[in-house]
């Protein structure tokens, strides 16, 4: 038998598969156990270790709530302490100061730091290594000051082997220096092999406290369905159950049938629709209101969480839609092809801006792996160089002076008319057989 892993081996021509995929023996990579460095593997079995989190809602008594804006508060004060020593010793002295959250516990007008969970001063100092490690590497600016209410308020805490510190047990979370049990929302249980390693703390903009849990599994390998298996030794695509998606502004998608993303429940038919666009104007009219307001004053805090509690809502109606379609077509497809689209660059083309946020087609793509790996489906990723939209479905033939205002295709070779996103699904469709098949022979020789 061949063997599978969850990987994302990149192919000579830019492609490449995220979901699980062939690979030859001995090749196997997982991208986050590599960069995590904890997997126990044999050469021969693919077992990598793999993360997954749980996020629940929480409901923290009046103290339980003062003690966690506590927490968050002593993190952001010891990030900026611990910055701004950090950048006078440089700027002085030329010394690169390591300090760590001990130096400053140990001193009298910081007492009140042992008053905190450890654990999660001591992700404060590594945040701010990482912080400064991706600056001296040219991956990020340098580290900025966190400012109360503009920066996140949350804090990260790390479950000892040794004590319970944190732990989940029936609906209720328990965490260091947190007076008593949380009460959360259980809206889903957590299977029990998962080994729970840590737990991130955020009081959202709109006054809700969520709770990040972090757990590690050891990823079982799944095994290509036997339709693929059929498809690759005979090339017969009608054995597979494959669809191509072309991105588009309006609506999400357009896939290889000329289908529009969406589902129904309960015989009623849930289309995409714009979230944020439906609300901006309510958005729009709250934001002149905060606009008049005295700021930092008690009215203004408040108009804030109104404000914050809107875009919360499109977030997750956005999301919810997103899973739901994602879900799906994993279920559904055994081969899925996607376009790689730069999004940053899009986004920066002025006309489309609001409108491809608010598309969350990166957030889809992201989405969407996940559930091919989880249920086995491969997705292909076609280069965005491939021109998926100008070239004819029907001869082959590539037009080249078609402009992003067309909407239909007309083939000036053959005549064969099109819709212009409808074509481009099917080809993207052609191509992901085109490069599996391909991949597949080149490891078969
Ligand atoms: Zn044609």
């Known amino acids: 038998m061949k063997l599978l892993s969850f990987c994302a081996p990149v192919f000579p021509d830019g492609c490449r598969f995220t979901a699980s995929c062939r690979l030859p023996d001995g090749a196997i990579s997982d991208k986050r156990s590599a960069s995590k ?16 989190a749980y996020r629940f809602i929480g409901y923290p008594d009046k103290e339980q709530a003062m003690q966690m804006e506590r927490t968050i508060g002593s993190c952001r004060w010891l990030w900026n302490r611990m910055k701004s020593d950090r950048d006078t010793m440089y700027k002085e002295m030329g010394i690169v100061l390591n300090n760590t959250p001990a130096d400053y516990k140990d001193l009298d007008e910081c007492s009140w730091l042992n008053e905190v969970d450890s654990y999660a001063l001591g992700n404060v100092q590594l945040n701010l290594e990482k912080a400064y490690s991706d600056f001296l ?92 298996e059929r498809f690759l030794e005979t090339g017969d695509d009608l054995s597979i159950r494959h669809i191509g998606l072309d991105m588009s502004l309006s609506e999400l998608y357009v896939d290889s049938d000329g289908c529009l993303p969406g589902y129904e429940v309960n015989s009623v038919f849930v289309g995409f629709r714009k979230c944020y666009r439906g609300l901006e104007n309510r958005i729009a009219k709250e934001q ?26 499109t977030k997750q109606q956005r999301n919810d839609f997103l899973h739901q379609i994602a879900v799906r077509l994993a279920r559904t497809y055994d081969v899925i092809s996607i376009e790689t689209l730069d999004m940053s660059a899009m986004k920066q083309s002025l006309k489309f801006g ?46 080249k002076e078609l402009k992003l205002s067309n909407r239909t295709y007309i083939c000036p070779k053959c005549g064969h008319v099109m819709g212009r996103d409808h074509q481009a699904a099917v080809n993207i469709d052609r191509e992901g057989l085109r490069i599996l098949t391909e991949s597949y022979g080149k490891e078969a020789a």
């Open 288 to 313: 002149h209101k905060l606009s008049k307001m005295q700021k930092d004053s008690s009215n203004y805090q408040k108009q804030r969480t109104r404000i914050a509690k809107l875009h919360a809502k």
């Open 354 to 399: 609001k409108s491809v946020s608010d598309n969350g087609w990166g957030t889809f793509v992201r989405i969407l792996e996940e559930k091919c790996e989880q249920y086995g489906c491969l997705l292909i990723k076609v280069s965005r160089w491939f021109p998926s939209s100008k070239t004819c479905s029907h001869c082959g033939h590539i037009h």
């Open 137 to 228: 590497s040219g991956k990020s600016g340098f580290p900025k000051f966190k400012k109360k209410h503009i920066c996140k308020a949350s804090y990260k805490t790390n479950k000892d082997k040794r004590c319970n510190n944190v732990m989940l047990s029936n609906g209720r979370l328990t965490l260091p220096r947190v007076p008593g049990t949380i009460k959360l929302k259980y809206h889903r249980s957590v299977p029990e092999h998962l080994i729970l390693k840590a737990c991130t703390v955020c009081h959202e903009a709109n006054g809700k406290w969520t709770f990040t849990l972090l757990y590690e599994y050891q990823a079982e390998e799944a095994s290509l369905s036997e339709r693929i």
């Open 37 to 52: 460095n904890s997997s126990k593997r044999t050469e021969a079995h693919a077992v990598a270790t793999s993360y997954i």
